[in-house]
């Protein structure tokens, strides 16, 4: 296990905003230079407007200039280990991640590389040709 990441997914869903769901998730994602982003799920009275725990640690990463990522862990308080959504695994497939750490509260993980998660997933490299 990823203990590093798991730690700091934890704390990032204490930040959670889940209102609505009462679903708090956490999610951290490493640089290939082992810098660490965290997010959480924020949600939204327009749902269509929440976003994703994943998403949130991705995109806080690209915004401070860090364009290659490598592993990332998401974490909720469920029975068996979180897995992202379909939106979330895309945006995993486009910046280049390549293994995900699911885990719930109680540190049951399941790792999984990005190719098992979205084994039909398209990059940037089909619009390149």
């Given at each position: 296990m990823?203990?590093e990441?798991?730690?700091?997914?934890?704390?990032?869903?204490?930040?959670?905003?889940?209102?609505?769901s009462?679903f708090?998730?956490?999610?951290?994602?490493?640089?290939i230079d082992?810098?660490?982003f965290?997010?959480?799920?924020?949600e939204?009275a327009?749902?269509?407007?929440?976003?994703?725990?994943e998403?949130?640690?991705?995109f806080?990463?690209?915004?401070?200039?860090y364009?290659?990522l490598e592993?990332?862990?998401?974490?909720a308080?469920t029975?068996?280990?979180l897995?992202?959504?379909?939106?979330?695994r895309?945006?995993?497939?486009?910046?280049?991640?390549?293994?995900?750490?699911?885990?719930?509260c109680?540190g049951?993980?399941r790792?999984?590389?990005?190719?098992?998660l979205?084994?039909?997933?398209?990059?940037?490299?089909v619009?390149?040709?």
């Open positions: 990823d203990q990441l798991f730690a700091a997914a934890m704390s990032a869903r204490q930040n959670a905003y889940a209102p609505y009462k708090a998730v956490g999610a951290a994602v490493r640089a082992g810098t660490v965290t997010g959480c799920n924020i939204n327009s749902y269509g407007l929440s976003i994703c725990a998403r949130v640690a991705i806080t990463a690209i915004s401070r200039g364009f290659q592993v990332l862990c998401v974490v308080d029975a068996e280990p897995a992202p959504c379909g939106a979330c895309q945006v995993m497939l486009e910046f280049h991640i390549k293994e995900v750490w699911l885990m719930n109680a049951a993980y790792k999984m590389k990005m190719t098992e979205l084994p039909v997933g398209f990059g940037p490299e619009l390149e040709k």
